[in-house]
Nanobody, 118 residues
Framework: QVQLVESGGGLVQPGGSLRLSCAAS????????MTWYRQAPGKERELVAV????????NYAESVKGRFTISRDNAKNTVYLQMNSLKPEDTAVYLC???????????WGQGTQVTVSS
């Protein structure tokens, strides 16, 4: 079975940190560029971060640049999102995506909830 499973979400205070993990099974993660998206109620899905298949390059949404870091460990078939200096506007479901032959195809995880609140 092809599967991506996110973990590490939860409730954190503003200024705090979380590290999200995305573990793949049933396919080889190293064959794919990986992304993190987020989606809050009533808002469109937003691309947060991208990492190339070998991890050589990364890109970030302007809203998270300098605060979030995407990384991958292909030997563990896992991608990470380190989130620092969290803000209430970061509250969303965070989804892991393995890029396919076109940008939005490929594989999607079910998401993990991140809530930033006092």
């Amino acid at each position: 079975q092809v599967q991506l499973v996110e973990s590490g979400g939860g409730l954190v205070q503003p200024g705090g940190s979380l590290r999200l993990s995305c573990a793949a099974s049933g396919f080889t993660l190293s064959n794919h560029a990986m992304t993190w998206y987020r989606q809050a109620p009533g808002k469109e899905r937003e691309l947060v971060a991208v990492i190339s298949s070998a991890g050589a390059s990364t890109n970030y949404a302007e809203s998270v640049k300098g605060r979030f870091t995407i990384s991958r460990d292909n030997a563990k078939n896992t991608v990470y999102l380190q989130m620092n200096s969290l803000k209430p506007e970061d509250t969303a479901v965070y989804l892991c995506h393995a890029v396919g032959s076109s940008w939005l195809n490929g594989y999607w995880g079910q998401g993990t909830q991140v809530t930033v609140s006092s």
